[in-house]
């Protein structure tokens, strides 16, 4: 499990925008992702259209008054889940003060998780204070998000030191990468900074984030640039970046993909709902004598993962039946059938998708 912090105590350099867009990049590629929202503005939570001021979150995990699994809200977008902020973050400083381990408990918390996620993504707030300590702690990568000004640069140093001396206290060695954002190819000063950028002795990404208009816009929807605007050039940048920093995860991710259930079936799928348990309603999905090899199913039941745990599959007698349990309600799905997602041949019932596509709709 990667843990990556986004970290700079300079605002407005885009750390939110980077933590957002990089996790929703990750779960469109099928990627499990936890992302937290570190930041007492609550920014990550509200950019994925998630009212954190109302809900239990990241303060309210430390403090022990809710279970990791109490704060997590599932599937805010494909592949992502979320530990929400809100104001009473602000509070955190003084409460980890207090705790005899105070730089580690987010680390510890996060070691529960170990297995249940591809990638964990830290959205700091913009303070070095404890919050940021905890997740430079836990983390093993570190990409510090800067944009172009003079500023940006002076505030690079300090944290260099911050994250020097954290290093050689606790003896970790997480691998720290500047991020340009907000780059303009078109002016000079971009240009010199970027330059700047490389002569420093910190590793900076090849990536850089260009200057667009969809990323506020993408935010003011409270939806990533994956679901806001999927073919936008910005958009291409984050899947550049994730492609950088997380290759060889993502590449693991697709195998695992690919490697779908070996079949015999004839007839188009079929869904439809069985049996009822304690409001969980069992749903089977049969494909009987089809022309294709392996099919998988992904939807809002199951977090968009292909045939991610909760899904049984069962193969008798050439038809193969896939069950899944789910409460009552609409749900949206696809299946992946030999490795291309599609909308279920045989369910006429669909919507159309971000991508131009249709999923399929289910009512359990
Ligand atoms: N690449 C970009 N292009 C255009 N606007 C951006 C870009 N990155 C960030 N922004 C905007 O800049 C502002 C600050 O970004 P944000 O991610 O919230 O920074 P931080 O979390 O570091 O405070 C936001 O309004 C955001 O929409
Ligand atoms: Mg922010």
Request: charge should be negative; glycine fraction near 6%.
């Amino acid at each position: 499990m990667h843990i990556i912090a986004i970290v700079n105590q300079k605002g407005g350099c885009g750390k939110t925008t980077t933590a957002i867009n990089l996790s929703a990049t990750l779960g469109q590629q099928n990627a499990r992702v936890l992302l937290i929202d570190m930041d007492p503005q609550g920014h990550a939570s509200l950019g994925l259209g998630v009212a954190g001021a109302e809900l239990a979150g990241l303060y309210e995990l430390l403090k022990g008054e809710y279970r990791l699994d109490e704060v997590i809200q599932s599937g805010v977008t494909r592949g992502v889940d979320l530990i929400p902020g809100n104001i009473s973050l602000a509070a955190a400083e003084h409460l980890l003060a207090e705790r005899p381990d105070r730089d580690r408990q987010l680390a510890q918390h996060l070691a529960t998780l170990e297995g249940r996620y591809d990638c964990v993504v830290l959205d700091c707030p913009p303070a070095l204070g404890l919050l940021s300590v905890n997740a430079l702690r836990a983390a093993d990568r570190v990409v510090i998000p800067v944009e172009p000004s003079l500023y940006s640069l002076d505030g690079i140093e300090r944290l260099r030191e911050t994250i020097h001396l954290l290093a050689s206290q606790y003896d970790i060695q997480p691998s720290v990468t500047l991020l340009a954002n907000m780059f303009d190819v078109r002016t000079r000063i971009a240009r010199n900074m970027f330059e700047m950028l490389e002569s420093l002795p910190t590793d900076l990404c090849a990536t850089r984030i260009r200057n667009s208009v969809r990323v506020r816009e993408a935010a003011c929807h409270g939806a990533p640039l994956t679901d806001h605007a999927p073919r936008a050039p910005v958009t291409g940048d984050f899947r550049e970046l994730a492609e950088e920093l997380l290759g060889s995860m993502l590449q693991r991710v697709r195998s695992e993909k690919a490697q779908a259930i070996e079949m015999q079936p004839d007839n188009p799928p079929a869904a439809r709902k069985v049996d009822e348990t304690h409001n969980l309603k069992e749903v089977v999905f049969r494909f009987d004598n089809t022309k294709f090899k392996r099919v998988q199913i992904a939807g809002e039941f199951n977090n968009w993962i292909p045939d991610d745990k909760d899904v049984e599959t069962e193969i008798r007698d050439g038809s193969v039946q896939k069950k899944l349990r789910v409460s009552p309600g609409g749900y949206e799905y696809r299946l992946v059938i030999d490795g291309v997602w599609q909308q279920d041949p045989a369910n006429p019932e669909a919507t159309p998708n971000n991508m131009g596509e249709y999923n399929s709709l289910i009512n359990v």
